[in-house]
């Protein structure tokens, strides 16, 4: 602990820290039991005071200094000054580890800048690391390549509220044309045959089998369909917040902001089952149906054989409506009906 201290002591001091007197008695006593240590301290003195008279050597002192340093950083042998034993051996390395980087820095701009006494003197143009393929001294590329910006956060208000009608199958209850827009208000009867609507900013694909299906007047950031007879599955995009999709039934609503789910209303019978993600279920208590799990919307209690039936089908229906659905989503929908077409 008595050495670390005359260290960090004499370090300050070479710093150009002035030291307190209790602090030059301390450094005094221990250099007086230490004689090694004090010419430590010397060295240290002698070699600071050997940097601040550094003058900018002449030409051949500058080949001389440059010759030497390529040598060694090539690593060939330089002669090794003799060795002293135990304490002068940290001496040296302590001694060296300053002034020779010093030494070093003032040759370099010692050997690129310009002398003060011969203006017309040309800088050197070979560079010390042409030979030197592995050099360090070769600086590296920076990636300059600009940091990928955060998605926009979507707004409520940038839910589309007008869909298209993508798929047409069986006869409708009146005119209906692929590819019409569809928005509040509208009303869509197939009661034999299949109808897909679908929706950009966020995307939404709806599917739906003998039903009647009508899109409803929304709050800001929703859409909201009304389910009365059929099958309806919806595959979405995650939504923002604020945005919801919401299908309503006579029994109780189901919504949704990110999933695949189906609804089927039947008989007076209304069901829900979740394929992907959660949805909420209101009938009319708000309640989480997370994937593969099904309930029922309605108050009379059927036996546990007809539920298994009902929603083992219903499950069937909705996997066959959710490989449409993603086919209509990622386009793949229109290039098999043209493979149809020109088979």
């Given at each position: 602990?008595?050495?670390?201290?005359?260290?960090?002591?004499?370090?300050?001091?070479a710093a150009g820290e002035s030291l307190s007197a209790e602090e030059r008695a301390f450094v005094a006593d221990y250099e007086r039991a230490h004689?090694?240590?004090?010419?430590?301290?010397?060295?240290?003195?002698?070699?600071?005071?050997?940097?601040?008279?550094?003058?900018?050597?002449?030409?051949?002192?500058?080949?001389?200094?440059?010759?030497?340093?390529?040598?060694?950083?090539?690593?060939?042998?330089?002669?090794?000054?003799?060795?002293?034993?135990?304490?002068?051996?940290?001496?040296?390395?302590?001694?060296?580890?300053?002034?020779?980087?010093?030494?070093?820095?003032?040759?370099?701009?010692?050997?690129?800048?310009?002398?003060?006494?011969?203006?017309?003197?040309?800088?050197?143009?070979?560079?010390?690391?042409?030979?030197?393929?592995?050099?360090?001294?070769?600086?590296?590329?920076?990636?300059?390549?600009?940091?990928?910006?955060?998605?926009?956060?979507?707004?409520?208000?940038?839910?589309?509220?007008?869909?298209?009608?993508?798929?047409?199958?069986?006869?409708?209850?009146?005119?209906?044309?692929?590819?019409?827009?569809?928005?509040?208000?509208?009303?869509?009867?197939?009661?034999?045959?299949?109808?897909?609507?679908?929706?950009?900013?966020?995307?939404?694909?709806?599917?739906?089998?003998?039903?009647?299906?009508?899109?409803?007047?929304?709050?800001?950031?929703?859409?909201?369909?009304?389910?009365?007879?059929?099958?309806?599955?919806?595959?979405?995009?995650?939504?923002?917040?604020?945005?919801?999709?919401?299908?309503?039934?006579?029994?109780?609503?189901?919504?949704?902001?990110?999933?695949?789910?189906?609804?089927?209303?039947?008989?007076?019978?209304?069901?829900?089952?979740?394929?992907?993600?959660?949805?909420?279920?209101?009938?009319p208590d708000p309640q989480r149906l997370l994937p593969g799990r099904g309930r029922s919307l309605r108050s009379e209690v059927f036996s546990a054989?007809?539920?298994?039936?009902?929603?083992?089908?219903?499950?069937?229906?909705?996997?066959?409506?959710?490989?449409?659905?993603?086919?209509?989503?990622?386009?793949?929908?229109?290039?098999?009906?043209?493979?149809?077409?020109?088979?």
């Amino acid at each position: 602990m008595t050495e670390a201290r005359w260290e960090a002591l004499i370090d300050r001091e070479a710093a150009g820290e002035s030291l307190s007197a209790e602090e030059r008695a301390f450094v005094a006593d221990y250099e007086r039991a230490h004689p090694e240590c004090a010419e430590e301290r010397e060295l240290w003195q002698r070699s600071l005071a050997a940097l601040g008279e550094h003058r900018l050597p002449d030409d051949e002192s500058l080949k001389l200094i440059s010759a030497q340093a390529l040598a060694q950083h090539r690593g060939e042998a330089l002669a090794a000054p003799p060795r002293r034993r135990s304490r002068a051996r940290s001496v040296s390395r302590r001694v060296l580890a300053i002034a020779l980087p010093a030494l070093a820095a003032a040759a370099v701009l010692a050997v690129y800048w310009p002398s003060a006494q011969d203006s017309t003197a040309s800088l050197p143009t070979k560079s010390l690391t042409k030979d030197l393929p592995d050099s360090p001294l070769r600086a590296a590329p920076l990636d300059l390549a600009p940091t990928p910006a955060e998605p926009p956060r979507v707004s409520p208000e940038a839910v589309e509220i007008h869909g298209v009608l993508a798929l047409l199958e069986g006869e409708p209850d009146h005119t209906l044309a692929l590819g019409q827009l569809v928005g509040p208000g509208c009303a869509l009867a197939m009661p034999t045959g299949r109808i897909c609507l679908s929706w950009s900013e966020p995307k939404a694909v709806v599917c739906a089998d003998d039903a009647r299906v009508e899109i409803l007047d929304s709050p800001v950031g929703e859409r909201r369909l009304r389910l009365d007879e059929g099958i309806l599955l919806a595959d979405l995009d995650p939504l923002g917040p604020g945005q919801r999709f919401v299908v309503e039934t006579m029994l109780g609503t189901v919504s949704a902001v990110g999933t695949v789910f189906a609804v089927e209303v039947r008989d007076g019978e209304v069901r829900a089952l979740v394929i992907e993600g959660e949805v909420e279920i209101a009938d009319p208590d708000p309640q989480r149906l997370l994937p593969g799990r099904g309930r029922s919307l309605r108050s009379e209690v059927f036996s546990a054989g007809e539920e298994v039936t009902a929603f083992s089908e219903l499950q069937d229906h909705a996997n066959e409506l959710a490989a449409v659905a993603k086919a209509i989503s990622d386009g793949s929908w229109v290039d098999a009906g043209q493979t149809d077409a020109g088979a």
